[in-house]
């Protein structure tokens, strides 16, 4: 359930001194609070993350304690490594664990603009990360599956999205680009034939807040609570929400072997889906709203943009 106990460094720091006395002395201060999980700074090279706000994240966060040491080796991109597992007591009843750090900007806040180094940097990543998932690999909540399960709430916000971009007085954001394009777009992905081949591994999460950015390159990903197995389109639907332009998403196309058009059709539907949720936070940023997050509007925006000028195959 969510955690009723007010997360501070004196806690984090009578949690290590219980369960784990010798990185005890290490400083400690707040890295980030996310949607389910806040992330305290410990020392240099590590952090401290436990679960906050939803009810589903402490499985999440046993899920990444568990897979992530295994997936990490293979990755090109650092991804922040579980070290210590920390069990719950009763200063704290929710697990939680002490993780490798990872220094860079959430691409939210500065996205990426080298498109060629980007677009190579995504496609080696996901690239190593799509292979055959073991049976016991977790199952997604909603993503890696058919993009059916998502529909209902795509279509809701066809008109609904629309007509908030358009209430926000003086915000940056336009009504949604070409909205009789985007709508054929997502048609055609709801009409393709779906994933067939073996359940990949999958970060099932990729947005902008959940990929760091150094002089204006990816230099890590972080927060694979959605970690899953299933079809690669949701994974690939990063593209048009974390590269800069669609030069960069062309490049990228070379350098991962998309399996076939299908595949390529299904993620543009998972764009849309992904865009559409990072314009809700956004706009619910704007009006204050509880979990709303200014900077995700501008990232779905402009993915929109990108996908309905893109070149369709």
Same mark, same amino acid.
């Given at each position: 359930?969510?955690?009723?106990?007010?997360?501070?460094?004196?806690?984090?720091?009578?949690?290590?001194?219980?369960?784990?006395?010798?990185?005890?002395?290490?400083? %400690?201060? !707040?890295?980030?609070?996310?949607? /389910?999980?806040?992330?305290?700074? !410990?020392?240099? /090279?590590?952090?401290?993350?436990? @679960?906050?706000?939803?009810?589903?994240?402490?499985? #999440?966060?046993?899920?990444?304690?568990?897979?992530?040491?295994? !997936?990490?080796?293979?990755?090109?991109?650092?991804?922040?490594?579980?070290?210590?597992?920390?069990?719950?007591?009763?200063?704290?009843?929710?697990?939680? %664990?002490?993780?490798?750090?990872?220094?860079?900007?959430?691409? /939210?806040?500065?996205?990426?603009?080298?498109?060629?180094?980007?677009?190579?940097?995504?496609?080696?990543?996901?690239?190593?990360?799509?292979?055959?998932?073991?049976?016991?690999?977790? !199952?997604?909540?909603?993503?890696?599956?058919?993009?059916?399960?998502?529909?209902?709430?795509?279509?809701?916000?066809?008109?609904? #999205?629309?007509?908030?971009?358009?209430?926000?007085?003086?915000?940056?954001?336009?009504?949604?680009?070409?909205?009789?394009?985007?709508?054929?777009?997502? /048609?055609?992905?709801?009409?393709? @034939?779906?994933?067939?081949?073996?359940?990949?591994?999958?970060?099932?999460?990729?947005?902008?807040?959940?990929?760091?950015?150094?002089?204006? +390159?990816?230099?890590?990903?972080?927060?694979?609570?959605?970690?899953?197995?299933?079809?690669?389109?949701?994974?690939?639907? +990063?593209?048009? %929400? #974390?590269?800069?332009?669609?030069?960069? %998403?062309?490049?990228?196309?070379?350098?991962?072997?998309?399996?076939? +058009?299908?595949?390529?059709?299904?993620?543009?539907?998972?764009?849309?889906?992904?865009?559409?949720?990072? #314009?809700?936070?956004?706009?619910?940023?704007?009006?204050?709203?509880?979990?709303?997050?200014?900077?995700?509007? @501008?990232?779905?925006?402009?993915?929109?943009?990108?996908?309905?000028?893109?070149?369709?195959?």
């Amino acid at each position: 359930m969510p955690s009723a106990t007010e997360l501070t460094a004196e806690l984090v720091g009578e949690l290590l001194a219980d369960q784990h006395p010798d990185l005890a002395h290490l400083p %400690i201060s !707040l890295g980030a609070r996310g949607w /389910d999980n806040q992330l305290w700074r !410990l020392g240099e /090279d590590l952090a401290v993350r436990l @679960p906050w706000a939803t009810e589903t994240a402490d499985a #999440l966060l046993l899920k990444e304690y568990t897979w992530l040491p295994v !997936l990490a080796p293979r990755l090109p991109l650092p991804v922040p490594v579980p070290q210590r597992l920390g069990r719950p007591s009763r200063r704290y009843p929710r697990p939680w %664990i002490v993780t490798t750090w990872l220094s860079g900007t959430p691409a /939210d806040l500065a996205p990426a603009t080298g498109g060629a180094e980007a677009a190579e940097a995504l496609a080696g990543f996901l690239t190593a990360l799509h292979q055959p998932a073991p049976p016991e690999a977790p !199952l997604g909540r909603s993503r890696g599956g058919s993009l059916g399960q998502v529909a209902e709430g795509v279509e809701s916000q066809f008109g609904s #999205l629309t007509e908030l971009c358009g209430a926000v007085a003086g915000s940056d954001f336009a009504l949604i680009p070409d909205p009789d394009a985007v709508r054929a777009l997502w /048609d055609d992905a709801l009409a393709a @034939p779906e994933w067939l081949g073996p359940p990949l591994w999958l970060h099932g999460d990729l947005h902008p807040a959940n990929v760091l950015t150094q002089e204006g +390159s990816l230099c890590g990903v972080v927060d694979f609570g959605d970690l899953c197995a299933g079809d690669p389109a949701c994974d690939l639907a +990063s593209i048009w %929400i #974390l590269l800069p332009d669609n030069e960069a %998403i062309y490049r990228f196309r070379r350098a991962y072997a998309v399996p076939d +058009s299908a595949t390529w059709r299904r993620a543009r539907g998972w764009a849309i889906w992904r865009a559409f949720g990072c #314009l809700g936070i956004g706009l619910g940023g704007l009006r204050g709203l509880p979990g709303g997050k200014a900077t995700w509007g @501008p990232p779905g925006l402009a993915s929109l943009q990108r996908l309905t000028a893109s070149v369709t195959s």
